[in-house]
């Protein structure tokens, strides 16, 4: 605008110029210095005035976005078109957060650990959380993690009075730098009454639903930027020992594949782990939709949003719902996760590996869904003497425990009735057909199951290759529900 208001008023000036020729040539000196000056103050002036204009038109925008930024006002209908680019929703969201208890974090973590924590009419279970955080965390493990509560209730006294009770358990974890306390104003929150009644919920139970997704909307636009990973939990959660090294675990056996969201609990929000860098949009996500349907439900179209269609969920699972009271007046809560293990949990390594099978596939039942913890298994019909199911490692690696189980508890006889598990070097082939020209037999199956540790000290090659071969036909078919692989040491270079 302010080029075009040069361009304008220097075209005004030479057209003014040309045809008043005579009349300036007639003027004297002062009169054109005087005539020079006052264009020179019109051009400055009308500048200042274009640019005083424009500013406020710009402002009064930037306020308008503000405002809707800060009380998060959204209306699903005029932004749902954006969605179809959730790259759009990157940035972080313009909300001012009080620190009750710790600082910035000094340096960037692996792993960020975020609970969201309101006043209960009922029993009250976050100390408790938070203890169980740290002591089933190793010294190692505690200099990975960082643990963000956010205590979202408007109750000042509460607040202040939970503060307190952290403060003084939880000291040295806050000097450490791996606990920090916020809180959001709640001049941030949209309105929370009078909203949709979907699924035709009772009032109090939309609005308890809606200022959840809100919470958790800051909660994650807080965390984006404290590590590379983040899990949320719940504040009446129990861990699992050990759960950072599980988790980095299954991050690794991961290495190269596509996910938004891993799994590590079956129950609700608990145990639901993002890549860092996806909190903005799931922040914006949660925000843009609060008022629609519950979390856990909004987190499903999450992922289907970004080409993750299939739920990718580890068993035995890292964390426990300990809780019995709800948060949402105090109702019974007796939801139990099954899959739960507390002690000793060894989850594998299973590194990244080319999966193929000459066996006749039954549907979508594939030879993926056997090498992870994911509940899911490969299906085939009744294989042949001679049918394999092989696993080609992407590197050499050194094994030192290998666990393969087949069959379900609803299909006990769709077992590998006669079978061996055999490992290979020296790799021929193209990168779709590679496989090993020697094989080392490690074991026969027992009623379906294979087990065996200490493979480092057996076997004395760097393992490329490992089979699981058929050694004699079976009418029945043969699902193999789980193969397990545990890597010792690095390899030699």
């Known amino acids: 605008l302010v080029i075009l208001w040069f361009s304008f008023l220097g075209d005004t000036a030479v057209f003014f110029m040309r045809h008043n020729v005579k009349y300036f040539d007639k003027m004297r000196c002062l009169r054109k210095r005087s005539a020079v000056s006052f264009l020179g103050i019109l051009v400055v002036c009308l500048l200042f005035m274009n640019l005083y204009i424009e500013d406020g038109y710009v402002l009064e925008g930037d306020k308008q976005l503000i405002r809707e930024t800060a009380t998060h006002q959204l209306n699903p209908e005029r932004y749902v078109h954006s969605f179809k680019d959730l790259s ?39 100390l408790e959380t938070i203890k169980s955080i740290f002591e089933q965390s190793s010294y190692e493990e505690l200099k990975e993690i960082a643990v963000v509560v956010q205590l979202a209730d408007f109750d000042s006294v509460w607040c202040e009075g939970m503060v307190q009770d952290i403060s003084q358990k939880f ?18 929150y949209p309105v929370l009454d009078g909203l949709k009644r979907n699924y035709n919920d009772p009032e109090d139970r939309v609005k308890f639903r809606s200022k959840q997704n809100v919470d958790y909307a800051f909660l994650l636009n807080f965390c984006a930027n404290l590590s590379d990973y983040y899990v949320m939990l719940e504040d009446d959660v129990r861990c699992s020992k050990n759960f950072l090294t599980a988790v980095k675990k299954v991050i690794t056996s991961r290495e190269g594949s596509y996910w938004v969201t891993l799994e590590f609990s079956k129950l609700g929000y608990i145990g ?38 299939e739920v990718i969920r580890f068993k035995p699972s890292l964390f426990q719902h300990m809780g019995y009271y709800s948060s949402y007046k105090g109702a019974e809560n007796k939801l139990k996760d099954d899959d739960f293990e507390e002690e000793s949990f060894d989850i594998p390594d299973n590194p990244p590996a080319n999966l193929h099978t000459n066996m006749n596939v039954f549907e979508n039942y594939e030879a993926s ?31 030192s425990k290998i666990k393969v189980v087949t069959g379900t508890e609803d299909r ?32 026969e199956f027992k009623n379906g199951n294979f087990e065996i540790t200490d493979v480092e000290h057996k076997v004395l090659f760097d393992i490329n290759c490992m089979r699981i071969l058929v050694t004699k036909s079976q009418k029945e078919w043969l699902i193999i529900k789980s193969i397990s692989v545990w890597t010792s040491q690095a390899p030699n270079q």
């Not at 000291?171 to 941030?188: N, S, T």
């Not at 993002?274 to 439900?297: G, I, N, T």
């Not at 509940?375 to 590197?395: C, L, M, N, Q, R």
């Open 412 to 443: 006990q006889n769709d077992i590998l009735h006669h079978g061996a598990l055999e490992v290979g070097e020296k790799i021929i082939g193209s990168k779709k057909g590679r496989q090993c020209t020697t094989y080392l037999r490690l074991g």
């Open 272 to 309: 639901k782990l993002y890549h860092s860098h996806d909190l903005p949009r799931l922040a914006h996500f949660l925000l843009m939709f609060y008022q629609e349907m519950p979390c856990d439900w909004l987190l499903i179209h999450f992922r289907g949003l970004l080409a993750q269609k």
């Open 171 to 188: 000291a040295h974890h806050i000097i450490a730098g791996r606990l920090i306390v916020i809180h959001v104003p709640e001049d941030y």
């Open 88 to 126: 759009n929703f990157s940035g972080s969201i313009n909300i001012s957060y009080r620190y009750l208890a710790g600082t910035p974090l000094p340096r960037k973590r692996y792993l960020t650990i975020g609970l969201s924590s309101v006043k209960r009419k009922k029993g009250n279970y976050l």
């Open 369 to 399: 869904k056997a090498y992870s913890s994911i509940d899911e298994y490969f299906w085939g019909k009744a294989p042949s003497t001679g049918d394999f199911y092989g696993i080609v490692f992407e590197k050499p690696i050194k094994i």
